[in-house]
């Protein structure tokens, strides 16, 4: 199993629509979780961080449920401009390196 | 306030051949780690260098190796070039080796 699974898509999205995907992980004693996005040919930007009571900016909301081991981002009044590739990362255990998604289109 | 550099943007080797690649970080940072992107894959984590040492690593040969600068840039060098190294090299930079990252544009490379 990998570290970190995303289903690469691609989803296909109305403008107006919502979203939402998710990102699986398997070491359980991961700590820190974020949302990046990648634009084609372009370098990851921070979307957003993903905390234990969820967290929302705007139009995008993430959450994580730690029993099940995923994070999830909801994209809400889908727009042109979201096209991009989202790429979830997880921070391990005790070795404070960051695991990368291949990233949902 | 500058952001993450990297150069060059853009690099042509042929197998064999030796190559570096440079990354400054964002101004206040002190942490630079460095990606490396095949197509349609997600960034794979080379080695991460802070207070001028390796602090991490990843899965990567010893044919790729690095170097961190007092002013805290970094060079990133690839010996013995290989048609699989052809990706996108991302330099990431971030405060006191934290979480939160600053990704600067990259340079492609590629390997015929």
């Known amino acids: 199993r990998k570290e970190v699974e995303q289903d690469p898509g691609p989803f296909n999205v109305p403008e107006g629509a919502t979203v939402a995907f998710n990102c699986t992980y398997s070491?359980?004693?991961?700590?820190?979780f974020f949302w990046y996005r990648q634009d084609c040919r372009k370098e990851p930007k921070l979307l957003m961080s993903?905390?234990?009571?969820?967290n929302e900016d705007g139009r995008f909301t993430a959450q994580l449920n730690r029993a099940s081991q995923y994070i999830s981002l909801l994209i809400r009044d889908s727009k042109l401009s979201d096209s991009a590739t989202y790429l979830c990362?997880?921070?391990?255990?005790?070795?404070?390196?960051?695991?990368w998604g291949l990233g949902t289109s | 306030d500058a952001g993450v550099t990297q150069s060059p943007t853009h690099l042509i080797k042929t197998r064999g051949q030796q190559v570096t690649l440079r990354c400054s970080p964002k101004?206040?940072?002190?942490?630079v780690s460095w990606y490396q992107q095949a197509l349609g894959q997600g960034p794979q984590f080379i080695f991460q260098?802070?207070?001028?040492?390796?602090?991490q690593r990843g899965n990567f040969p010893d044919r790729f190796s690095g170097h961190q600068f007092p002013n805290y840039s970094s060079e990133l060098n690839v010996n013995a070039l290989l048609l699989g190294d052809s990706a996108l090299y991302l330099c990431?930079?971030?405060?006191?080796?934290?979480?939160?990252?600053?990704f600067g544009p990259g340079t492609r490379l590629l390997v015929l």
């Open positions: 260098y802070y207070e001028e040492e390796e602090r």
């Open positions: 993903v905390y234990s009571s969820g």
């Open positions: 990431a930079s971030s405060k006191d080796r934290g979480e939160t990252q600053y």
């Open positions: 070491n359980s004693a991961s700590q820190s």
């Open positions: 101004s206040g940072h002190d942490t």
């Open positions: 990362v997880v921070k391990g255990g005790n070795n404070r390196k960051l695991i």
